[in-house]
């Protein structure tokens, strides 16, 4: 069983488009994350969020937008697309209490964004 | 701004050697966590020390923590053509929901 899973794992479009990626976990976590690696495979939070925070990074430009259907999911729109979008964005998750988890979060399989 | 630097940002070792990876942050941390990632992977969790530890094994893997330096170095022993991935410490950000700040990394090769 995967514990994070995202959809796509590519995702090829042209500027200016809007588009999704959605991420799952099954692990009963109540804190989801997205995080953006570049191409030198630097690693940036995007977004933390539970069923009663949204924390933004104040770099992340507003056409990011987390979407929360359920715990369970923390999907990413992205409207607008530009070229330097082009990334691989993860999804991870954890539990809520630091005491709990001291931290430690289960990573999904990314989603390589190309944009034209 | 980024917390962990790591060092070097490349290794190539022959199997059964041993690797060594280093990582600075700058700021007081609850605990620092190793990451890995494969190739076109996904990040997986290897070894947590918390604040109050100066040691920590796992296997082949040995984390040591120097609070005073503000710095943590990860050791894998006996290398193997498997271990070859690009390795991450990570703190927790304050006020962040917990979120991880990342080091650049530092890829690692082990030939055969």
């Known amino acids: 069983d995967t514990a994070v899973s995202q959809t796509p794992k590519y995702l090829v479009t042209q500027m200016g488009n809007d588009k999704s990626i959605k991420c799952e976990q099954n692990?009963?976590?109540?804190?989801m994350y997205w995080y953006k690696q570049d191409s030198k495979k630097f690693l940036k939070i995007m977004f933390s969020?539970?069923?009663?925070?949204?924390?933004i990074n104040e770099t992340v430009p507003n056409r990011f937008s987390p979407k929360s259907p359920d715990k369970a999911h923390l999907n990413l729109h992205i409207n607008s697309l530009e070229l330097g979008d082009s990334a691989v964005y993860f999804c991870?998750?954890?539990?809520?209490?630091?005491?709990?988890?001291?931290?430690?979060?289960?990573f999904g399989p990314g989603t390589r964004l190309t944009v034209l | 701004s980024q917390q962990g630097e790591e060092d070097p940002q490349a290794l190539s070792i022959q199997e059964g050697e041993n690797a060594t990876m280093n990582c600075s942050y700058k700021?007081?941390?609850?605990?620092l966590q190793w990451y890995r990632q494969n190739s076109g992977r996904g990040l997986v969790h290897l070894i947590l020390?918390?604040?109050?530890?100066r040691e920590k094994h796992s296997g082949r893997l040995r984390v040591t923590l120097d609070t005073s330096k503000k710095s943590s170095s990860l050791l894998i022993t006996a290398s193997r053509a498997a271990d070859t991935a690009s390795y991450f410490c990570?703190?927790?950000?304050?006020?962040?929901?917990?979120?991880?700040?990342f080091g650049k990394g530092t890829s690692l090769l082990v030939t055969p």
């Open positions: 990570a703190t927790v950000l304050s006020n962040s929901g917990y979120a991880l700040n």
């Open positions: 991870a998750s954890s539990r809520s209490s630091l005491a709990a988890s001291l931290g430690t979060q289960y």
């Open positions: 969020y539970n069923n009663k925070e949204l924390i």
């Open positions: 020390i918390r604040s109050n530890e």
């Open positions: 692990l009963g976590h109540d804190t």
């Open positions: 700021t007081s941390i609850n605990n």
